[in-house]
């Protein structure tokens, strides 16, 4: 088995290669901006460092969010599409569940939130119970901003860039064994990806969008009373999305 | 053609999922899946619909394109697709699902413009395009005029839209005269009934204008023309002639129109025009391009109405040029550019192969 994972949910553009057993390779690069540009020739030096082909490749493995859906497109079409030009499956792995997996890894025991970037103001987040090296969700993802959470899941040690955004509102930052646990790692992902499959699980990979696009529509409001034409409007909302997409994110 | 590259071409930037698949000079499938049932609702498109739709619909429209064509993806020569202009969180999607292909195939990438591939998209209806060529692109997000030395990498703005786009004009238009949204088929199928009846005013014609903004266009007093005149038979109690309403309209814009791709023409003593864009599939402007060019003597070239819009089957022309010509393939850390010029006709060059790419 090569697996090929990569993930594009969080702060980090993240690839690896794994074999079943372990990770081969695995690069990442924090820019939550540049998924179009870098993710691509990351591919590239992941399959050289992992001493791989293409043509080698038997799976693919994608992170499915929750994330910023701009970049999270760029991560699901890619591996949509190498799988489809090599004829191999791929296969769906929660974004969430790979910072969860990294926590159990590194050896925390009892439960955790995982709570990361959503833009504008919100947090994607759901809890896990981590035992003796492994994960269990305990949640749906959801997205809240991050004071709508009830006392007692802000009062769990917490991974994922939601600490670092909101001291405040997060105070319990998690780092086992002094790491960071920020954005997601795609050998963690190739890992969780890899015994699923092995274990011959459906692995869907829609994406965790979590918002609908139709937020958009009732986007900027114009001052005139008769009310926007529809170019006008279409115009508006381009120009919100484009902003929306240098952050990332629609706007409400 | 034994030794033609085999090009496939991706196309994302605004409603339409577009995979073309190009033999050299000839199109063997052109596959499109549109969202713009999904955006009818909101009057226009809405990017993150099309953002989502363009995920969903990727990888299946590549999947239909090489079917229809009998092609296999490893028969592949080259991967073209648009990188700019566009919507940039739609031109995303296909930039990301054009460097897979690549990466997965070992192919080389063509980051290609969106309008340099409109005027490349007619060499797969009519043949290699005349050096020079002088292209008019109409549609809901363009209206230019570019002077065509090399369509691979020589592209000059002579001008373009100084508000509205033609095709915009066609949607507020046909809004006015409550005609359904995209406005260009309806007020063609309105106007094939109606008289030119009223004068509507012709955008940046006068002198002073051809002075200043001599291939420059402007819709958007010829829109507020016709609203005004709509609303005064409306507040006279007056049943407004839409179809009339809709042939003068129409009369005016496509007048404008020709007339300065003509002009261009003759200035820049170009003996071929190329009409490419959504507009260009309106029957009044096919006509008067065609009885115009004729008189002065110009070879008119209008691709099919289907090639007009936007489609995959002009990223794959595009990128099979530029294969057939030897430019140098793209790297893979191009970006998707929502602004990209027209000048830029190709993306992700390497600086130094880069000598004569006209900025
Ligand atoms: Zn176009």
Partial sequence: MRVLAMDTATSAITVAVHDGQAVLATRSTIDARRHTELLAPLILEVLAAARTTPEEITHVAVGTGPGPFTGLRVGLVTAQTFAHARGIAVHGVCSLDALAAAAARLGHEGDLLVATDARRKEVYWARYRCTAGEFEALDEPTVTRPADLPDEVRALPTVGRGPDLYPDLLPHALAPGGTDLLDVDAGVLAGIAAARIAAGEDMPIEPLYLRRPDAVASAPKPKSSRGPSPRQQQRDLRRAAERGARDGEAPQ | ?359
């Fill in chain 2, 1 to 359: 053609m034994k030794d033609a590259p085999l090009v496939l071409g991706i196309e994302t930037s605004c409603d339409e999922t577009g995979v073309g698949i190009v033999h050299g000079t000839e199109l063997l499938f052109d596959a499109i899946a549109s969202s713009v049932d999904e955006h009818a609702r909101f009057g226009g498109v809405v990017p993150e619909v099309a953002s989502r739709a363009h995920l969903e619909a990727m990888v299946p429209t590549i999947e239909r394109a090489c079917q229809e064509a009998g092609v296999a993806l490893s028969d592949l020569d080259g991967i073209s697709v648009t990188s700019g202009p566009g919507l940039a969180g739609a031109l995303m999607v296909g930039v990301a699902s054009a460097k897979a292909l690549a990466v997965a195939l070992g192919k080389p990438l063509y980051g290609v413009n969106h309008l340099a591939s409109h005027v490349a998209v007619d060499i797969v209806e009519h043949g290699p395009l005349p050096e020079p060529t002088m292209a008019m692109l109409v549609s809901g997000g363009h209206s230019s005029l570019l002077l065509v030395p090399d369509v691979t990498h020589d592209i000059r703005s002579l001008g373009s839209t100084i508000d509205d786009a033609a095709g915009e004009a066609f949607d507020k238009v046909a809004r006015v005269l409550g005609l359904p949204f995209p406005g260009g088929p309806h007020i063609d199928r309105a106007a094939s009934d109606g008289q030119i009846t009223i004068d509507f005013p012709r955008g940046l014609s006068s002198r002073k204008d051809m002075e200043r903004h001599r291939f420059d266009f402007s819709f958007s007093g010829l829109k507020t023309a016709v609203t005004r005149w709509v609303q005064s038979e409306q507040a006279a109690g007056r049943d407004v002639p839409v179809a009339d309403v809709a042939a003068s309209f129409q009369e005016a814009v496509v007048d404008v129109l020709t007339r300065k791709a003509v002009l261009a023409c003759t200035e820049y003593d170009v003996a071929a025009l190329q009409v490419g864009g959504g507009v260009a599939a309106n029957t009044r402007l096919r006509a008067m391009a065609q009885q115009r060019c004729d008189d002065a003597g110009i070879a008119l070239r209008v691709p099919r109405p289907g090639l007009c819009t936007d489609n995959g089957a002009m990223v794959a022309s595009l990128g099979a040029q530029m294969m057939i010509k030897g430019r140098p393939a793209s790297d893979l850390s191009l970006p998707a550019d929502s602004s990209l010029p027209v000048t830029d006709v190709q993306t992700g060059l390497p600086v130094h192969v880069d000598h004569d790419h006209a900025h």
